[in-house]
């Protein structure tokens, strides 16, 4: 049966709300920036001395941000990469710039495990955002210090990572003038590029 033509189907009427992925993906990335920014300057022990309230946001950020970097890698898996190296990229630039790309998703992606492990390993049942459970504690005291160091260990070399494609970004922009900027950012800060 097809539908008619003053009908709509479902599926159409969805994908007509949800815009395109490169669009979704651009606005993902820039709403994850100032997060990853936050999370690297930011500890859970900073925020306690405001109290509660300030420890209640900065744990619904970190549900945000977890929540972003599951349906960032989710996408990466179900479709690919959406990064192109661009023609002005010879060698092996080419398949640096996805593996790059690779491991800030992967890496992504493994934070939001070690931060499961986190409530896993714990003598306490953890919160994300002071009301989701993240898992249930199984108290291993030893085996949770340890996932704390490699929980990290691993976001502050994700921020290194995440750097370094910042300032490869910036210099393909400048130095092989390919507009890779311009690519990432919205249209209306091209001019300033």
Do not use: C, E
């Amino acid at each position: 049966m097809t539908p008619t033509p003053n009908r709509i189907a479902w599926r159409d009427r969805i994908r007509q709300v949800i815009p395109a992925r490169r669009p979704m993906l651009k606005a993902l990335h820039w709403v994850m920036v100032p997060l990853f920014i936050w999370f690297l300057l930011v500890k859970p022990k900073d925020v306690t001395p405001f109290g509660p309230a300030a420890f209640q946001a900065h744990s619904i950020l970190a549900l945000i941000f977890v929540s972003l970097s599951l349906l960032w890698f989710a996408d990466m898996m179900r479709r690919g990469l959406a990064s192109r190296p661009g023609p002005m990229l010879k060698g092996w630039l080419r398949p640096f710039h996805s593996w790059m790309h690779r491991i800030l998703i992967w890496g992504l992606f493994f934070v939001a495990l070690t931060g499961f492990l986190l409530g896993l390993t714990s003598s306490i049942l953890l919160k994300a955002g002071g009301f989701l459970p993240i898992a249930p504690p199984l108290g291993l005291n030893q085996a949770n210090d340890i996932v704390g160091t490699v929980h990290i260990v691993q976001f502050y070399t994700l921020g290194v990572v995440a750097g370094g494609h910042a300032l490869f970004h910036i210099w393909r922009h400048y130095r092989l003038k390919d507009n890779a900027l311009r690519i990432m950012v919205p249209k209306r800060f091209h001019p300033y590029l």
